[in-house]
């Protein structure tokens, strides 16, 4: 049974910080990723990291502000979310790969057959 269980979503002030903590089992993932869907907006990508932990990749709007991690033993992938913004309001998701995927491919969509339920993050202004 493959699953994917998001963790440490909540309500933070701007400027401060969150872990978002994706817990993986029933197999061994190459690569996960983040997404966030902000409320009335789609789905976009947010970060990704490969199963050596050395490959990753972030989108524009949150370089330099979070960081993604992951500890295999742990079977988990982790988001640091520094500098908060009301912006990064969004729900968010962490997906894995069926099988393993390149790392130019690790900002689609459509390069992860598994998604987690999602956790709310929301930032005050």
């Known amino acids: 049974q493959v699953q994917l269980v998001e963790y440490g979503g909540g309500l933070v002030q701007a400027g401060g910080s969150l872990r978002l903590s994706c817990a993986t089992s029933?197999?061994?993932?190459?690569?996960v990723g983040w997404f966030r869907q902000p409320p009335g907006k789609e789905r976009e990508f947010v970060s990704a990291i490969d199963w050596t932990g050395v490959v990753t990749s972030y989108a524009d709007s949150v370089k330099g502000r979070f960081t993604i991690s992951r500890d295999n033993a742990k079977n988990t992938v982790y988001l640091q979310m520094n500098s908060l913004k009301p912006e990064d309001t969004a729900v968010y998701s962490c997906?894995?790969?069926?099988?393993?995927?390149?790392?130019?491919?690790?900002?689609?969509?459509?390069?992860?057959?598994?998604w987690g339920q999602g956790t709310q993050v929301t930032v005050s202004s």
């Open positions: 997906a894995a790969p069926n099988g393993a995927i390149s790392y130019v491919l690790f900002g689609r969509a459509n390069s992860y057959a598994y």
């Open positions: 029933g197999r061994t993932f190459s690569a």
